[in-house]
């Protein structure tokens, strides 16, 4: 069983930066690919990144690629993402998931462990 708890969302205007934190319970993170999620009112889930169980691999989606960045401290157990360049479409509920394989996916499907997110807000 692995918990996460995010943090760092909040209100900021466009083009502010933000880092979302997610902290995982457990002795085994390095063996779980990480991912963040984001889901606006009325839309669905949609991913955001990806980073396997070592930081090395990791994969965006089209709409913050270049402008977002995920990283890892395994010793820590805490996955970031750093939102820079921040646009009022990035306003979400953040969410973190835990993936059981050290290999990242972009897929909803594939992950396991949820946190219960945290809001960003970006304002015009």
């Known amino acids: 069983q692995v918990q996460l708890v995010e943090s760092g969302g909040g209100l900021v205007q466009a083009g502010a930066s933000l880092r979302l934190s997610c902290a995982a319970s457990g002795r085994t993170f390095i063996s779980y690919s990480m991912g963040w999620f984001r889901q606006a009112p009325g839309k669905e889930r949609e991913f955001v990144a990806t980073?396997?169980?070592?930081?090395?691999?990791?994969y965006y989606s089209d709409s913050v690629q270049g402008r977002f960045t995920i990283s890892r401290d395994n010793a820590k157990n805490t996955v970031y993402l750093q939102m820079n360049s921040l646009k009022p479409e990035d306003t979400a509920v953040y969410l973190c998931?835990?993936?059981?394989?050290?290999?990242?996916?972009?897929?909803?499907?594939?992950?396991?462990?949820w946190g219960q997110g945290t809001q960003v807000t970006v304002s015009s």
């Open positions: 980073i396997g169980g070592n930081g090395v691999v990791t």
């Open positions: 998931a835990a993936r059981t394989t050290s290999v990242p996916a972009t897929s909803i499907s594939g992950y396991t462990y």
